[in-house]
């Protein structure tokens, strides 16, 4: 994945190691840019705001996952980048799949400025419904938004032993992993495995990613989807090197000018580990009908898992700063050295522009994509 400054007019990703670089890239406009320059706040308003405070960042799911980590890493260039130079402490809130913190900043956190969310926003989980789910995506106020290639991980017992991907089809049934309902990860991996005829057994009960890479390792399930963040903290090294789980496929944003998905770099997973849409064409399975469009509504809108948001409602001046030092981080090479190192990465950022049109357009759903969702 590689950086995405404001002085630039696209998203391009690259995820590699330091002997490899291969890139896949969409343009999202020029207008975008505009529109960010002439947003661009004042530098010694932001320092009046925000100096001496400390913020809270919330994330939806529990301390050492992928989001928490990421967060992590990204807070310490906000405080560099921010005027005034507030402090950014990390407070994990699991609980309801991420719904709790969701709801949290909807109804409790005060719009001040001191309390954020960094993490998914749970489109799909919105527009499908539920108990317990009160919170709206597309009232957050945007800072910026982050995307990722997710993972459908197998434990390599499957099937009488998984030698490569293509074994996968021979399974007949698997016990399938999950955070919960609504949950853009679970809805990889369930729509995924309903294009290419798997069975499944859906198990939910897991609190985050660092629970479910122990229960696939463990063989307690057969099948989970991770993001690529979660992918090399806690599977590369742990359990894909070791040949305990493998990655099936990945998948990845959609193009919104072609329709075509993103590539992975040659060296992000195993040589033999393809795009979803590859491999369900060459297993001969035929993409198409109201369970494919919600999959391509799940690649456009919920490959987006790293959202920095404040309660609707939050002060201007708080917005401004915030966001003119979003841009100043996701420009700094050094941030981009530490994510590369932590992640073995790229960052890929988008600043709340870009953001505030996901917000806008994800409502775009055909009631017959929608009620498969709903049914999963």
Request: hydrophobic share 40%; net charge neutral; glycine share 10%.
């Amino acid at each position: 994945m590689a950086v995405e400054s404001p002085e630039q007019q696209g998203i391009h990703m690259r995820l590699r190691n330091p002997e490899h670089q291969t890139r896949a890239s969409f343009s999202i406009g020029a207008f975008l840019l505009a529109l960010f320059v002439a947003s661009a706040p004042c530098y010694a308003q932001g320092k009046a705001f925000y100096s001496g405070k400390t913020v809270d960042i919330v994330i939806p799911g529990p301390a050492g996952g992928g989001p928490d980590q990421a967060a992590r890493t990204f807070a310490d260039f906000m405080t560099r980048h921010t005027a005034g130079n507030p402090i950014f402490v990390i407070k994990a809130m699991p609980g309801g799949g991420g719904v709790r913190a969701l709801n949290f900043l909807s109804e409790i956190a005060k719009p001040d400025g001191l309390t954020l969310l960094w993490g998914p926003i749970q489109f799909s989980g919105y527009l499908t419904g539920g108990p317990g789910k009160r919170y709206d995506p597309g009232a957050y106020e945007p800072i910026g938004t982050g995307y990722l290639f997710y993972a459908v991980m197998a434990n390599t017992r499957l099937a009488g032993g998984l030698k490569t991907p293509a074994d996968f089809m021979k399974a007949q049934h698997v016990n399938l992993g999950g955070l919960g309902q609504g949950r853009a990860i679970d809805f990889f991996s369930r729509v995924s495995l309903d294009l290419i005829g798997i069975r499944y057994k859906y198990v939910l009960g897991y609190q985050g990613q660092p629970q479910i890479a122990l229960a696939l390792q463990n063989g307690e399930i057969d099948v989970s989807t991770t993001g690529y963040t979660g992918y090399t903290t806690l599977y590369k090294r742990q359990t894909v090197d070791t040949g305990v789980v493998v990655p099936m496929f990945y998948h990845s944003p959609i193009d919104p000018m072609t329709g075509e998905p993103m590539r992975a770099a040659a060296d992000a997973f195993p040589p033999q580990t393809k795009h979803f849409i590859d491999f369900a064409r060459e297993s001969g399975r035929e993409l198409s009908g109201p369970l494919w469009e919600a999959y391509k509504w799940i690649a456009t809108y919920e490959t987006w898992p790293s959202w920095f948001v404040a309660p609707r409602g939050t002060a201007p001046e708080a917005l401004s700063a915030l966001r003119e030092a979003y841009g100043r981080v996701i420009a700094d090479p050094d941030m981009a050295q530490a994510w590369r190192t932590r992640f073995n990465e790229e960052p890929a950022f988008v600043t709340h522009v870009k953001a505030s049109e996901l917000q806008k357009n994800f409502r775009t759903l055909s009631p017959a994509a929608l009620e498969i969702l709903r049914g999963l």
